[in-house]
């Protein structure tokens, strides 16, 4: 079949058949590290909250070994509160914004100690009143610990969607809230795990590889102007 290029006629959008080829073009690809980490066993509430805040504004390739180097010492809330911020920075120092992440940690990890007897409720009031918690974090928690149907949209998700045509938002924030209208449930969570891995070797942010990309002949390629 001959593959369409930009400006010409693109089939239906079909969200069924994207997310069955993406998920064979990600097959070989590094996972999101959350759900790595939460294939490895990491896969508490309080574990996927503290990988997902050494995460932000870190690589996956940095937040893997340095959530496994933390993980190695304390997992629980009670051991982490008995480690001291200087000690959970030494562990975390590979990361972005260490030192403020090492004191959030500690502090979550006390209030989930005394406050919820040392078990993270998955409740998304709760995790979201943590100070410097936001919606990606509390529902990539909920959807991969919890089992719950949320839509966690970073980056990737947000630039993916977009160029796609599904959506038209200007933040990730707006994304995860329009996919909630359009996207079928049964995707909620597995979105972010499919589009992370596939926005950042395949649907990149500049010269996405729309030449062998499986899902070309659906994407409008909104916004694409060169591309490999």
Known sequence: MTIPESGTSKLPFDIDEVVRRIRKAVEPLPKAALFQLAEEGFNTPFEQLVACIISIRTKDEVTLPVSRRLFSRARTPGEIYKLTPQEIEALIVLSTFYERKAVQIREIARQVQEEYGGELPCDEQVIMSFAGVGLKCTNLVLGIACGQAQVSAD????????????????????????LEEILPERYWVEINRLLVPFGKFICTGQLPKCSTCPVLVYCRQVGVGRHR
């Open 155 to 178: 980056i990737h998700v947000h630039r993916v969607t977009n160029r796609w045509g599904y959506v038209q938002t200007t933040t990730p924030e707006k994304t995860s809230a329009a």
